[in-house]
């Protein structure tokens, strides 16, 4: 930090984010159209739409109002380019090398995917609930897109030749559940339930689908057996089996988990689901 | 099946849904009322509202376009009664006995719940994706109050006297995941997919949140353990145990899941994740 920040920083009321100004200087067409997204997407990672105006981004931009006309029609064309960017943004998180145990690349791509629902709050909301004023449906393919891109890439971290509609199903819940999730914990529980927490039980989660998919298909087991040969013991999918295990096997539970196991469901009759 | 009916049925073009003629007859303005939404929900229940003119509504419901303004403002407000009556149907599917295994509850409630999907389609998705070009924060707030009534319901369920954040996180995450499912499998995985499968995988996997949640908090050990007592080994949950337990005791994931629960990484240093 410099001298002359920390003395901005210190001030008793410092800018509001996006609103910090700048000097009006001489942009190109194409670097004034990128600045007005750049400020947009500020403005409505930290607000609400219809909380922003376009008089807030000129201000901010130092740009005249008739200038921001001249590069958008309006706030929802401002608005739809500034979402898209944010999908794009979002997708692209879940860009991941394939390398290592499975369950710590999503652990990864989790962290990145909790910074961006941490920095982008209202913006990463409206995104996901779709619900405002000013969605439409220019922005609701948005989400559209982010999800099949989380899809391809969990799908490509899966590896199987032939991904089976279950497992597909699976892996969209998860990614449904982590959106669902993220904005509960945004709106609700940050205060409660800390960010690495929450990072750590979405992929476990994810681990625990993939074996409730396994339940039933067992030609699953051969792909799962091989994602669990690179896990740790100590990272989210290693924690997770040992410590279920040891509730399963001699701890509090085991003497339900006996008397469920001892049966065996799958030879006797009147069964209640199939 | 009378005569009358089928020799109709079997006419080459049978009416839309929601569209076959009414006499004219004179209702009270209440039943009038009552009358216009529900033709109006099966509407927006098989087309997006985007698709649905007044027109429609008054014809179908053998009404005149004035008589249909004269009860509400327009389409806008017609949709948002419907989509509250649909919302209020979606919440009440959630109320259920408190009596036998919980899983066996939670069954029948997302058979339920995936009735509703099935009959309601197109109107189902409008109201989970709230992307359409009628929806507003009238209807935004409409899944909001499913999702609040959903999570009362299934927390009533675990009866616990005070249940902590991980576990009101979880029980909202598996609401979104079965959300998100449901709409996925509408779309993509029907044909694929049979719904007594996805009914019995959802419950599965709220099965499995709750396990990665008591991993996470050991206190949870007695009540879970008072779930599975009442649980049948040919239950949801039981054959989920059942299965898990084979997999990870001898089954193709013994050997992985063995090396994985040797070590004990809650003692040792060194770990990746807390």
């Known amino acids: 930090m410099t001298a002359a ?23 190109s067409v194409e670097q004034r159209r990128e600045q007005l997204i750049a400020v ?23 740009a005249s109002r008739p200038l921001v006309y001249h590069y958008f029609p309006g706030k929802q064309a401002l608005y739809e380019e500034a979402t898209r960017r944010a999908g794009r943004e979002l997708a692209g998180l879940f860009d991941e090398p394939q390398v290592g145990p499975l369950s710590e690349r999503l652990h990864r791509v989790m962290g990145r ?9 209202p913006g990463f909301a409206a995104i996901m609930r779709n619900g405002s004023a000013s ?41 449904g559940n982590a959106e669902i999730t993220a904005l509960a914990w945004l709106q609700d529980e940050k205060g409660r339930f800390s960010r690495e927490e929450l990072q750590l039980a979405l992929v476990q989660e994810f681990v625990a689908q993939l074996l409730v998919v396994l339940v039933h298909e067992p030609g699953l087991a051969p792909a799962m057996s091989g994602w669990l040969a690179e896990e740790q013991p100590d990272g989210p999918a ?12 001699d701890g509090p539970l085991a003497s339900e988990g006996l008397r469920l196991v001892a049966g065996d469901p799958d030879t006797t009759g009147g069964t209640t689901v199939g």
Chains 1, 2 share one sequence.
Request: glycine residues 10%.
């Open 5 to 27: 920040s920390g003395a901005t920083s210190g001030a008793a009321s410092g800018p509001a984010p996006g609103s910090s100004p700048r000097p009006r200087r001489r942009l």
């Open 40 to 62: 947009a997407l500020d403005f409505f990672a930290h607000h609400a739409p219809e909380e922003v105006s376009i008089d807030d981004i000129a201000a901010a931009a130092g």
């Open 113 to 121: 995917y909790l910074d961006f629902v941490d920095a982008h709050g």
């Open 135 to 175: 969605s439409s449906p220019g922005t609701g393919a948005v989400i559209d897109q982010v999800r099949q891109a989380a899809l391809d890439a969990v799908l490509s971290h899966l590896a199987l030749p032939d991904p089976s509609p279950r497992v597909r199903l699976a892996v969209r819940s998860w990614i």
């Open 238 to 249: 290693g924690l997770l089996l040992h410590r279920l295990v040891a509730l399963l096997g």
